[in-house]
Protein backbone atom coordinates (compact mmCIF):
# COMPACT_ATOMS: atom_id res chain seq x y z
CA UNK A 1 0.00 0.00 0.00
CA UNK A 2 1.51 3.79 -0.89
CA UNK A 3 1.49 5.94 1.59
CA UNK A 4 -0.15 9.47 0.70
CA UNK A 5 0.57 12.88 1.90
CA UNK A 6 -0.56 15.61 2.04
CA UNK A 7 0.06 19.20 1.77
CA UNK A 8 -2.19 21.37 4.18
CA UNK A 9 -2.11 25.27 4.23
CA UNK A 10 -3.22 27.21 6.90
CA UNK A 11 -4.90 30.46 5.46
CA UNK A 12 -4.25 33.60 7.36
CA UNK A 13 -8.40 34.55 9.25
CA UNK A 14 -10.11 37.26 7.71
CA UNK A 15 -9.62 39.48 10.90
CA UNK A 16 -6.17 39.29 10.69
CA UNK A 17 -5.71 40.30 7.29
CA UNK A 18 -8.13 43.05 7.81
CA UNK A 19 -5.71 44.33 10.96
CA UNK A 20 -2.45 44.13 8.82
CA UNK A 21 -4.38 46.41 5.74
CA UNK A 22 -6.17 48.72 8.72
CA UNK A 23 -2.45 48.89 10.13
CA UNK A 24 -0.85 50.07 6.97
CA UNK A 25 -3.61 52.31 6.23
CA UNK A 26 -2.70 54.06 9.74
CA UNK A 27 0.74 54.81 8.35
CA UNK A 28 0.41 55.55 5.31
CA UNK A 29 -2.31 58.70 6.71
CA UNK A 30 0.44 59.34 8.98
CA UNK A 31 2.73 60.10 6.40
CA UNK A 32 0.20 61.53 4.29
CA UNK A 33 -0.42 64.12 7.20
CA UNK A 34 3.10 64.59 7.39
CA UNK A 35 4.05 65.36 4.07
CA UNK A 36 0.53 67.78 3.27
CA UNK A 37 1.48 70.06 6.69
CA UNK A 38 5.20 70.43 5.57
CA UNK A 39 4.71 71.40 2.53
CA UNK A 40 1.92 74.15 3.24
CA UNK A 41 3.36 77.10 3.45
CA UNK A 42 2.61 79.34 6.42
CA UNK A 43 0.93 82.07 7.61
CA UNK A 44 0.14 84.52 10.09
CA UNK A 45 -3.33 85.69 11.36
CA UNK A 46 -3.32 89.37 12.37
CA UNK A 47 -6.30 90.00 14.33
CA UNK A 48 -7.05 93.29 16.42
CA UNK A 49 -10.25 94.70 18.12
CA UNK A 50 -11.00 98.64 18.12
CA UNK A 51 -12.99 99.56 20.81
CA UNK A 52 -14.32 102.95 18.82
CA UNK A 53 -13.62 104.77 15.42
CA UNK A 54 -13.46 108.42 15.67
CA UNK A 55 -12.64 109.74 12.13
CA UNK A 56 -10.73 106.32 11.08
CA UNK A 57 -10.14 105.59 7.60
CA UNK A 58 -8.48 102.66 7.91
CA UNK A 59 -5.15 100.48 8.68
CA UNK A 60 -2.02 99.54 7.83
CA UNK A 61 -0.10 96.91 9.45
CA UNK A 62 3.85 96.76 9.29
CA UNK A 63 6.30 93.49 9.89
CA UNK A 64 9.57 93.40 11.56
CA UNK A 65 11.50 90.18 12.41
CA UNK A 66 12.85 91.94 15.63
CA UNK A 67 10.93 94.10 18.04
CA UNK A 68 12.91 97.00 17.18
CA UNK A 69 13.67 96.63 14.02
CA UNK A 70 13.02 98.14 10.72
CA UNK A 71 9.00 98.09 10.32
CA UNK A 72 7.96 97.04 6.57
CA UNK A 73 4.61 97.76 5.47
CA UNK A 74 3.14 94.66 4.10
CA UNK A 75 -0.43 95.65 2.76
CA UNK A 76 0.87 98.11 0.41
CA UNK A 77 -1.84 100.37 -1.16
CA UNK A 78 -4.43 98.52 0.42
CA UNK A 79 -6.09 100.41 3.13
CA UNK A 80 -7.44 98.01 5.54
CA UNK A 81 -11.22 99.84 5.50
CA UNK A 82 -12.46 100.94 8.85
CA UNK A 83 -15.34 99.10 9.97
CA UNK A 84 -16.09 100.87 13.12
CA UNK A 85 -17.22 104.08 14.10
CA UNK A 86 -17.56 107.07 16.73
CA UNK A 87 -19.25 104.87 19.46
CA UNK A 88 -18.47 101.29 18.55
CA UNK A 89 -15.38 99.48 17.15
CA UNK A 90 -15.08 96.35 15.16
CA UNK A 91 -12.85 93.70 14.71
CA UNK A 92 -10.31 92.77 12.14
CA UNK A 93 -8.30 90.30 10.33
CA UNK A 94 -5.67 90.17 7.82
CA UNK A 95 -3.28 87.54 6.78
CA UNK A 96 0.36 87.35 6.30
CA UNK A 97 1.49 84.92 3.41
CA UNK A 98 5.10 86.38 3.35
CA UNK A 99 6.42 84.24 6.27
CA UNK A 100 8.65 81.74 7.33
CA UNK A 101 8.43 78.56 9.36
CA UNK A 102 10.74 78.74 12.79
CA UNK A 103 10.88 82.87 12.46
CA UNK A 104 9.48 85.06 14.67
CA UNK A 105 7.55 88.76 13.28
CA UNK A 106 6.47 91.59 14.44
CA UNK A 107 3.50 93.90 13.98
CA UNK A 108 2.39 97.15 14.53
CA UNK A 109 -0.70 98.86 13.13
CA UNK A 110 -0.81 102.61 11.71
CA UNK A 111 -4.10 104.23 11.82
CA UNK A 112 -5.03 106.38 8.82
CA UNK A 113 -7.60 109.04 9.75
CA UNK A 114 -10.03 111.18 6.99
CA UNK A 115 -7.72 114.07 7.62
CA UNK A 116 -4.85 112.38 6.37
CA UNK A 117 -3.91 111.84 10.08
CA UNK A 118 -1.39 108.87 10.71
CA UNK A 119 -1.35 107.13 14.06
CA UNK A 120 0.50 103.92 14.77
CA UNK A 121 0.79 102.13 17.72
CA UNK A 122 4.30 101.06 18.45
CA UNK A 123 3.32 100.30 21.94
CA UNK A 124 0.98 97.93 20.79
CA UNK A 125 2.96 95.72 19.14
CA UNK A 126 1.75 91.90 17.95
CA UNK A 127 4.39 89.50 18.07
CA UNK A 128 4.12 85.79 16.31
CA UNK A 129 6.10 83.01 16.54
CA UNK A 130 5.63 80.42 13.94
CA UNK A 131 7.17 76.77 14.32
CA UNK A 132 8.42 74.37 11.76
CA UNK A 133 5.76 71.54 12.74
CA UNK A 134 2.91 72.76 14.79
CA UNK A 135 1.74 70.51 17.77
CA UNK A 136 -1.13 69.12 16.35
CA UNK A 137 0.79 67.76 13.48
CA UNK A 138 3.37 65.82 15.55
CA UNK A 139 0.46 64.59 17.84
CA UNK A 140 -1.59 63.11 14.91
CA UNK A 141 1.60 62.14 13.25
CA UNK A 142 2.70 60.03 16.81
CA UNK A 143 -0.73 58.31 17.42
CA UNK A 144 -1.32 57.69 13.76
CA UNK A 145 2.14 55.49 14.05
CA UNK A 146 1.14 53.88 17.06
CA UNK A 147 -2.37 52.90 15.86
CA UNK A 148 -0.89 51.92 12.83
CA UNK A 149 2.11 49.77 14.69
CA UNK A 150 -0.15 48.50 16.50
CA UNK A 151 -2.65 47.25 13.75
CA UNK A 152 -0.10 45.80 12.05
CA UNK A 153 1.77 43.91 14.99
CA UNK A 154 -1.59 42.36 16.16
CA UNK A 155 -2.65 41.21 12.83
CA UNK A 156 0.41 39.34 12.14
CA UNK A 157 0.37 37.44 15.17
CA UNK A 158 -3.07 36.81 14.90
CA UNK A 159 -1.75 35.50 11.50
CA UNK A 160 0.61 33.24 12.60
Given at each position: ???R????T????????????????????????????????????I???????I?T??F?I?????????????????????????????????????????????????????D????R???????Y??P?????????????????TA??V?G??E??
Amino acid sequence: MIARQESVTQEQPNSSKWLIVMGALWLILAGAFLIYQLSVPPTVMIEWTTATEINTAGFYIYRSETPDGEFELINGDNLIQSQGSATSGATYQYEDQNVQAGRSYYYVLEEIEFDATRNRYDDDLFSYDIPRIKLVTIIFTLVSVVIGTALLVTGIKEGR
